[in-house]
């Protein structure tokens, strides 16, 4: 499976909420199972985001002193993994 598909699906299955990039990529990498070259990870993210599957994953929360990196689908992302789960002939949750 390729890594968009990947990262759609995985958004799509589990919350991740890290400090940073980093940790976002290794939660990332431990529910996948694989390491995943963080530059590659990084173009897949900008290619959700512009598509607009995906939220922009920095974010300032309403009173924090620091940014979070979050990893959400948007109403259309959700759409996107429904219709790969479907295609792979998977039930949905």
Do not use: K
């Not at 694989?34 to 530059?39: N, T």
């Amino acid at each position: 499976m390729d890594l968009d598909a990947l990262l759609l699906l995985v958004a799509f299955r589990h919350r991740i909420r890290e400090a940073e990039l980093g940790a976002g990529l290794a939660r990332f990498e431990a529910i996948v199972g694989r390491a995943v070259d963080e530059g590659a990870f990084r173009d897949v993210l900008a290619r959700a985001v512009a598509r607009g599957d995906l939220y922009d994953p920095v974010r300032l929360p309403p009173g924090a002193l620091q940014c979070h990196w979050h990893l959400e689908l948007t109403p259309r992302g959700v759409e996107t993994a429904q219709a790969l789960l479907s295609e792979q002939g998977r039930v949905q949750e």
